[in-house]
């Protein structure tokens, strides 16, 4: 189970590359219609100055090393459930561009829900560029299932 | 109010997104594991669901901020029936759902969101 005591708990920074060949591969997984995703002439008629990341693109930040990991904090993760995520855009960020993500776990809440006892685990990210300015900040918020409903 | 309706979802879809964005839990793809944990099979990440969701808000413009919360799990053979409502709150302020439609013609609300997006 989620060790409380890894509240504040920040995983080391790691550097990640949005690549125009991922973002078209994820547009695509997602079954993205809009052509600024995969279309250099459309995303640039947008007034992007390449290939925009999807919204939800720092998902792959995952492929880049075992930064992140739960074990880290002691969540099982075959008890893991999703259960929301929120993500600010403070400026655009396209393919070409190194973010620098900081992960960090923002709180542990042991709580009773249908699913019987649980942890809400809270994570938040910070995406800078290459300047140091964050341009994403990602909140993500993961269900560790402890028990059975009382 | 826009809406689209996108599938059905195919376990090929699940695999292809645990490339995409590289969480290769296989909860999400071996049926296996899946009932192990308690689950009929396996199912949809949430980001996922919210991913395609946000493609779709990408249609009203440049977005500012995204937020979504996952009510059910989606199941391959389901259509995702992903609407945005303007929320009156604000200008480029919209509400958000995803239901599931199954096979079966049963149909369930499996993400509530919300976004802004540059007006």
């Not at chain 2, 309706?5 to 999400?28: C, E």
């Not at chain 2, 009929?40 to 980001?47: K, T, Y």
């Amino acid at each position: 189970m989620a060790d409380a005591r890894k509240a504040g708990y920040t995983w080391p920074s790691y550097v990640i590359r949005v690549e125009r060949g991922k973002v078209v591969e994820f547009a695509r997984a997602l079954h993205f219609q809009n052509p600024i995703f995969h279309d250099l002439e459309a995303a640039r008629a947008q007034g992007y100055a390449d290939l925009p990341a999807p919204p939800t693109f720092s998902a792959v930040s995952q492929h880049y090393g075992p930064a992140q990991s739960l074990d880290d904090i002691g969540v099982d993760l075959r008890r893991v459930l999703a259960g929301g995520a929120e993500w600010e855009y403070l400026a655009d960020v396209v393919a070409g561009d190194e973010l620098t993500v900081t992960p960090r776990v923002a709180a542990i809440e042991r709580k009773q829900g249908g699913r019987g006892t649980m942890d809400v685990i809270t994570m938040e990210s910070e995406f800078a560029d290459e300047k140091g300015q964050p341009v994403l900040r990602l909140r993500t918020t993961i269900l560790e299932i402890l028990g059975e409903k009382a | 109010m826009i809406e689209r309706r996108i599938g059905p979802l195919t376990l090929a879809d699940l695999v292809r997104y645990a490339g995409a964005g590289g969480d290769f839990n296989p909860i999400h793809f071996d049926g296996d594991v899946a009932q192990a944990a308690g689950f009929p099979g396996p199912f949809a990440h949430g980001l996922l669901t919210a991913g395609i969701l946000s493609g779709v808000v990408t249609e009203l413009g440049r977005l500012r901020r995204y937020q979504v919360r996952y009510v059910a799990q989606v199941w391959p053979g389901d259509v995702l029936v992903c609407s945005a409502e303007g929320s009156g709150s604000a200008d480029g302020a919209y509400d958000l759902t995803v239901e599931r439609e199954a096979p079966d013609g049963t149909r369930e609300v499996v993400l509530r969101g919300s976004a802004e997006v540059e007006a």
